[in-house]
C-alpha cells in the first residue's frame, strides 16, 4: 500500500522559514518526480515545486514563479524522503501544502497534507 506522509507544517511569522518532509513507502522511491502543490483557501490546488526521479531525469528541479529564490525541494532516495525548504515566508504562502509522487507528468499519489500558515 503506498503512503506519503507530511510534516513540518505550522504558523510562522513573515519572513521565517519552514521544513517540510515528505517520507513515502510502498513505492521504489528513486523512480519518482517528487512534488509539492499546495491549496489556500476557497482557491485551487496549484503546483509550487518538483524534482524528478531516475525515470525523467534524475534530480531535475521545477519552481513555481511565485517561490522561485525562496523555496527548495530536495531528496534523498537512501530515506524515501523529499523535503521542500521554504524561507522568506509570505502571508500568501498560507495554504495546506500537500507532496506528490508520479511518474509521469500528472496523476500519482498524493498524501494527506500539512498546514502552513503565515501571520504575525
Known amino acids: 500500500q503506498v503512503q506519503l506522509v507530511e510534516s513540518g507544517g505550522g504558523l510562522v511569522q513573515p519572513g521565517g522559514s519552514l521544513r517540510l518532509s515528505c517520507v513515502a513507502s510502498?513505492?521504489?522511491?528513486?523512480?519518482?518526480?517528487m512534488a509539492w502543490y499546495r491549496q489556500g483557501p476557497g482557491e485551487q490546488r496549484e503546483f509550487v515545486a518538483q524534482i524528478t526521479g531516475d525515470n525523467l531525469g534524475n534530480g531535475t528541479r521545477k519552481y513555481a514563479d511565485s517561490v522561485k529564490g525562496r523555496f527548495t525541494i530536495s531528496r534523498d532516495n537512501t530515506k524515501n524522503t523529499a523535503w521542500l525548504q521554504m524561507d522568506s515566508l509570505k502571508p500568501e504562502d498560507t495554504a495546506v501544502y500537500y507532496c506528490?509522487?508520479?511518474?509521469?507528468?500528472?496523476?500519482?499519489?498524493w498524501g494527506q497534507g500539512t498546514q502552513v500558515t503565515v501571520s504575525s
Open positions: 506528490n509522487a508520479r511518474l509521469g507528468i500528472s496523476g500519482g499519489y
Open positions: 510502498g513505492i521504489r522511491f528513486n523512480l519518482y518526480t
